[in-house]
């Protein structure tokens, strides 16, 4: 164990006591992230010479009480880093070095925290395995033989691993959350325009969500702290204060009260692992906790995942179109424009990505969209006002983010994918991306060894709450594991 497998607060007084230094800490950090890297493949660039560089001019000054001041971190490289290789995992952007900034990482470096590198995802933030990456697959650090999960696959493995206490992801679907829970992590995704988007490379931006990685719940508190707020340069961004929750997460519940949505959790198939989760739900009423298994609409709910598709692959296509090779991308020769733009995105994507490509144009089809756009336009809201309706009687839905462990590489077969527990239990989750509603995902039982974490989610704007929630729950499951 070393320095960087400990809390945010930990790490700041050793250095405040002098145990270690801000040099100390990026060494250890590029020693874990080098050995990572040929055991699992979770980086795409390394900013060595640079973190090196800010660490020992960190050295020199007096340590402030900022918790972020020499913290090591990671960021999923689809957000914009100034002259830093931002490539999303994409071929068509593998030379790509933006002149700007993005509006998290500029924060984050304000804040004194010190990026060690660019860690790898599903190409453009598009899928769930981190499988499709130009540079590779990323392997779970907990077990080699399995997925991490995805899209944010790299900066998870990096937390999971320990090499460094924060990594930034993207959460559009669960890019965060349902890997967090594969890694035995914290994954937070806020409320949809409390951090703003600027530089964050757009999949479904109705969806997308700036998220993140942490080891416990606190320090995602306080990495909400440094990041939300109000940012002229994202008109989806909220113009709100800027919120300090971090003082205020002491897990102290006022009746609290929680639904857990039934048709969702009897999808659960493995006995054991069900019995697990029952347990925990009656340890919550033991805390204190009102826990409701609410009946919904199955028929509504179970199009989650097709409405979820169509949205999504409908505004990536949009999204990417400037990535031509004009505007964007690799150049690829041809014998005039047109045939030049499609070398250049032919060449450009993979196969996934051409597939959600060829998807989105599909239904934004003039013929198609009102049997398809537009419905799934009509269902997201429906499942949104339902999802409502029910916060609007309890402080939260929790709900297992995952209804088994990681798989194995071996049993990845998207045929196998379409059974009731895949569609509902495996992803309930897009629920807060299709209402823009804090969600976060913190470790909750052990199967064979391996995490599977549970999910809360809360209403839009109460940030506080559910952070607050979720620090209650993890105070309740460490207790029970000593």
């Known amino acids: 164990m070393g320095y ?13 006591e002098h145990k270690v230094t801000v040099t100390k800490l990026v060494e250890e950090a590029i020693e874990k992230a080098t050995k990572l890297q040929k055991e699992c493949n979770a980086f795409v660039t390394f900013t ?24 090591p971190f990671a960021i999923k490289d689809n957000y914009a880093t100034k002259n830093v290789l931002s490539t999303g995992s994409s071929r068509i952007l593998n030379n ?16 004194d925290a010190i990026s060690i590198g660019k860690t790898v995802l599903d190409e453009l933030a598009m899928g769930g395995s981190g499988l499709s990456g130009a540079t590779g697959v990323v392997k779970n650090p907990l077990d080699p033989q399995r997925l991490i999960g995805g899209s944010s696959a790299g900066s998870c493995a990096a937390v999971t691993a320990g090499v460094v206490p924060f990594a930034l992801g993207s959460d559009t679907g669960d890019s965060v959350r349902k890997p967090a829970s594969f890694g035995g992590i914290v994954g937070f995704k806020p409320t949809w325009g409390r951090i703003s988007r600027f530089g964050l490379y757009p999949f479904a931006p109705s969806l997308d969500t700036v998220a993140f990685f942490t080891r416990n719940v606190k320090d995602s508190a306080y990495a909400f702290d440094i990041l939300n707020g109000y940012d002229n340069k994202d008109m989806t961004s909220f113009n709100f204060p800027k919120e300090k929750v ?22 659960i198939s493995n006995p054991e692992i069900k019995n697990k989760f029952d347990h925990f739900f009656n340890q919550c009423k033991k805390l204190g906790i009102q826990v409701d298994l609410i009946s919904i609409d199955k028929k509504l709910y179970d199009t989650i995942y097709a409405t979820y598709m169509i949205l999504s692959c409908s505004e990536a296509t949009s999204n990417n179109a400037n990535l031509d090779g004009v505007n964007f991308g690799n150049y ?8 030049a733009i499609i ?23 003039k013929e198609n969209q009102d049997k398809m756009f537009l ?13 409502n309706r029910i916060l609007n009687q309890y402080d939260a839905i929790v709900l297992p983010a995952s209804g088994n462990i990681a798989p194995l590489f071996e049993e990845v077969n ?45 209403k839009a704007f109460q940030d506080k709450e559910v952070l607050n929630l979720a620090y209650a729950l993890e105070k309740m499951i460490g207790g029970n594991k000593k």
Not at 48 to 71: P, V, Y
Request: overall charge negative; hydrophobic content about 35%.
């Open 4 to 16: 960087l497998d400990q809390s945010l607060e930990k790490i700041h007084q050793d250095l405040k």
């Open 48 to 71: 060595t010479e640079d973190a090196l560089q800010k660490a020992k001019e960190l050295d020199q000054k007096e340590i402030t009480e900022n918790l972020f001041f020499g913290i």
């Open 96 to 111: 790509y070095l933006p002149i700007y900034e993005s509006t998290a990482t500029d924060l984050l470096n304000h804040a």
């Open 246 to 267: 971090y003082s205020k997460i002491d897990g102290n519940l006022k009746s609290p009260k929680i639904a857990v949505l039934k048709e969702i959790y009897e999808t």
């Open 332 to 339: 690829q020769d041809g014998n005039d424009i047109d045939k």
């Open 343 to 365: 070398a250049t995105r032919t060449n450009g994507f993979g196969e996934l990505i051409k597939r959600r490509f060829i998807f989105g144009s599909y239904f934004l089809s």
């Open 375 to 387: 419905k799934a336009k009509k269902l997201r809201r429906l499942i949104v006002e339902d999802v």
């Open 414 to 458: 998207p045929t196998d994918r379409l059974s009731d527990e895949y569609l509902l239990l495996e992803n309930h989750m897009a629920i807060a991306n299709f209402g823009g509603l804090p969600s976060i995902t913190i470790p909750c039982i052990e199967h064979e060894g391996l995490p599977i974490g549970i999910n809360i989610t809360g």
